[in-house]
């Protein structure tokens, strides 16, 4: 499965980044530098057109992308799943499930799985 993508419109043309790999500051700072606005604009302009900041979007995205594998993708080991969605560790992914859902990786395999 490919990385999560973020599609930005700069200049009027569509452009695709990868949300994965680095830190969501560094793509924050890309992104605004392809839009030609300062991060804190960018920022602003951006929670204003998705209804959320970035962070929160690039988050969602590797969720989204970490529960389809998990779904559809019952042998791949949590690590690959991380990696895959841009995580740096399985403990993140283990983190974000939490956080956001309420329960680990593993169980979320076992209760959508295929």
Same mark, same amino acid.
């Given at each position: 499965?490919?990385? /999560?993508?973020?599609?930005? @419109?700069? $200049? ?7 949300? $994965?790999? !680095?830190?969501?500051?560094? @793509?924050? %700072?890309? @992104?605004?530098? &392809? ?14 057109? %998705?209804?959320? /900041? ?10 989204? !992308?970490? &529960? ?8 791949? /080991?949590? &690590? ?7 995580? !740096?560790?399985?403990? %993140? ?11 680990? /990786? ?9």
């Amino acid at each position: 499965m490919p990385h /999560p993508t973020v599609l930005i @419109l700069a $200049s009027g043309r569509g452009e695709r980044f990868t949300a $994965s790999g !680095g830190t969501v500051h560094k @793509l924050k %700072a890309l @992104l605004a530098g &392809k839009a030609a606005m300062s991060e804190r604009n960018f920022r602003r302009i951006f929670q204003q057109e %998705a209804g959320c /900041p970035p962070s929160v979007f690039v988050e969602n995205a590797r969720l989204e !992308g970490a &529960k389809q594998l998990l779904e559809t993708r019952g042998d791949l /080991p949590l &690590k690959t799943v991380a990696a895959k969605v841009g995580l !740096g560790s399985e403990q %993140a992914l283990r983190h974000l499930f939490q956080k956001r859902l309420g329960i680990t /990786p593993v169980a979320y395999r076992e209760r959508f799985g295929d």
